[in-house]
């Protein structure tokens, strides 16, 4: 079975440029998580969607960060304008289904980590 | 909100040592994680565990729910086990997990 994956590995831009991450959860798991994860630090939940909807999204800057899970499948992750202190790895993760005790392992993608100069 | 704390912070043992990782949580959850992050930032899952004892090989974890806390055991370490241990119960309120800081695990050879 496939893992979750995500794309780019790497990214390096300047601040106020514009950034876009991707990621593929696990086939037939209807949640999706983007994490932000600072170093040294556990991750931080930024949004939780379930199929193409919204479950939270409450820790997302929603004044430069947008996300979407249009077909409720892959999501995209976006960033504009980046500032220094948004360089971090962001993780993306995916479960069965949320919402029922039992079935909610999270299995996350190898990451992406972004560097803002 | 549910308060995780794991300990130890830093451990640092030679290969073949043996060791125990807590995770003490505040309220009741309905299950909990444990994480192995590796040095190149990947998170791997190891266990899954509401309850009780699983054992994979040279890792095992036991999660006393009704008392709070979660213990991970390696055996017989190996240089490729080093990296931070992260646990993370899962919220029964909104299903999310509850990270840790993590107990960063050095294994000399």
């Known amino acids: 079975e496939a893992g979750v994956a995500q794309s780019p590995r790497y990214k390096i831009i300047e601040k106020r440029q514009s950034v876009a991450f991707w990621c593929n959860p696990i086939s037939g798991h209807a949640t999706l998580y983007w994490y932000q994860q600072i170093l040294g630090q556990g991750p931080k939940l930024l949004i939780q969607?379930?199929?193409?909807?919204?479950?939270?999204d409450s820790q997302l800057p929603k004044d430069r960060f947008s996300a979407e899970r249009l077909k409720g499948v892959d999501s995209t992750l976006k960033i504009q304008p980046a500032k220094l202190e948004d360089s971090a790895v962001y993780l993306c993760a995916s479960s069965p289904m949320s919402g029922l005790a039992g079935v909610n392992e999270q299995f996350f993608g190898p990451g992406t980590r972004l560097t803002v100069l | 909100g549910i308060q995780v704390e794991q300990s130890p912070p830093d451990l640092i043992l030679q290969e073949g040592a043996n060791s125990t990782l807590r995770c003490n949580f505040s309220?009741?959850?309905?299950?909990l994680q444990w994480f192995h992050q590796n040095p190149w930032g990947q998170l791997i899952n190891l266990f899954y565990?509401?309850?009780?004892?699983k054992q994979n090989g040279r890792l095992s974890a036991t999660t006393v729910a009704t008392e709070r806390y979660s213990l991970l055991y390696i055996s017989s370490s190996q240089t490729t086990d080093s990296g931070v241990y992260f646990c993370a119960p899962l919220s029964d309120s909104n299903y999310q997990l509850i990270w840790g800081a993590g107990t960063k695990l050095i294994i000399k050879p």
């Open positions: 565990i509401p309850s009780g004892t």
């Open positions: 969607f379930q199929n193409n909807g919204v479950v939270d």
């Open positions: 309220d009741s959850v309905n299950n």
